[in-house]
């Protein structure tokens, strides 16, 4: 009888502890078109969409890697049923080269290669940030975001130097190179998250980014500092760019 009242009460605890660990679970899930607040932690790759076109001028441009590794953290607040405002901090990692038609001399290179070292791996981080609006499509499992922001990419680092010479003529030849590649963007991806356990998800995300500003490389030569040539390259693809990354996500609200 004892041992029969033992096995009766076993029974009950594990049902009572069941119970109760899954009304805990319920009630810590986060309910779809709830309010609360997203951390995305993320890894990926970055593609270089930039198009130099056919003009004589582009290698008045540097040019950087087709694909970089990237990371970034993004901060997302569901504020209302159907949309909420997100912030990303991206950095992408590579290494720009400078024009091909543009020579800064040994020194110059040299200087450059110097610091790029000196200063791995800060000196190949390409930092670039975005915020926006957020769309929300969620189902307790998968929860979709499309987005829509305006942000800033650092795409090439800029670029400028002066040289001077003296021909045999006793002529003072200048050379001046500068280089743009900085720019504003607009920013559209989408985000699928899919939920592991009540506040933890992982998640694969697209972003297109479109620069809205020029980058530009320009060149003017002068003899005694009169102009004698001046080239010039302007493109609206330096920036543009596709990320495609994955990371885990945590859910933070009531």
């Known amino acids: 009888m004892k041992t029969k009242l033992l096995l009766v009460s076993l029974l009950l605890t594990s049902a009572l502890s069941y119970s109760q660990n899954k009304f805990i679970s319920i009630n810590n899930e986060l309910k779809p078109y709830s309010k609360y607040a997203l951390i995305d932690l993320y ?12 003009s004589p ?3 008045l441009l540097g040019t950087r890697p087709d694909v970089a590794p990237l990371l970034g953290i993004k901060f997302t607040h569901l504020f209302s049923k159907r949309v909420g405002w997100y912030a990303n901090i991206q ?23 110097l610091a790029d070292a000196l ?29 829509f922001g305006v942000g800033y990419v650092y795409h090439l680092r800029d670029r400028g130097f002066i040289k001077s010479s ?10 001046e190179y500068k280089q743009r590649a900085s720019s504003l963007t607009l920013n559209m991806g ?3 998250n899919y939920y592991f356990s009540s506040r933890k998800y992982l998640f694969l995300s697209t972003n297109f ?15 005694n500092d ?3 040539e001046r080239l010039s390259y302007k493109t609206i693809t330096g920036g543009r760019a596709l990320n495609v990354s994955v990371g885990i996500g945590f859910a933070i609200g009531r």
């Open 43 to 54: 890894a990926g790759a970055n593609f270089d969409l930039s198009h130099s076109g056919s």
């Open 57 to 59: 001028n582009a290698g």
């Open 226 to 228: 009169v102009e004698t």
């Open 190 to 192: 989408v985000s699928a």
């Open 91 to 113: 950095m992408n990692f590579y290494k720009d080269k400078q024009a091909e038609a543009v020579d800064q001399g040994f020194l110059g290179s040299f200087t450059e290669n």
């Open 119 to 147: 200063f791995w791996p800060v000196s190949i981080m390409r930092p670039s940030v975005d915020a926006g609006l957020v769309y929300r499509f969620e189902q307790q499992k998968w929860r979709i975001y499309p987005s």
């Open 166 to 175: 003296t021909g045999s003529d006793e002529v003072l030849h200048t050379v």
């Open 209 to 223: 980014v479109q620069p809205l500003q020029k980058s530009s490389g320009e060149l003017v030569r002068m003899d």
